[in-house]
């Protein structure tokens, strides 16, 4: 595993060998696990934040879309 992204707001964190990624709303207190198609439909998304675009803004943002409605909350035992 490993960190690949990480703001106020969101963390990412990359499974290598799963090819999936982690989306960790650390204000919202929720995660959301992606692999497969959505974890390189993602991986594009990102890419496609044109360079001179691409900062913290936008890819929180970004990430807010994909975990509107699909991220679960984060519960401790």
């Given at each position: 595993?490993?960190?690949v992204y990480n703001s106020d707001?969101?963390?990412?964190?990359?499974y290598p060998i799963r090819?999936?990624?982690e989306l960790v709303d650390?204000?919202?207190s929720r995660s959301l696990?992606?692999?497969?198609?959505?974890a390189?439909?993602?991986r594009e998304a990102i890419d496609n934040i044109p360079d001179e675009c691409r900062d913290?803004?936008?890819?929180?943002s970004?990430?807010?879309?994909?975990?509107?409605g699909a991220a679960k909350p984060i519960v401790f035992h």
């Open positions: 595993m490993n960190l707001h969101y963390a990412i964190v990359a090819q999936a990624f650390k204000l919202g696990f992606v692999q497969g198609s959505v390189v439909g993602l913290e803004e936008s890819i929180d970004l990430l807010d879309d994909y975990c509107a």
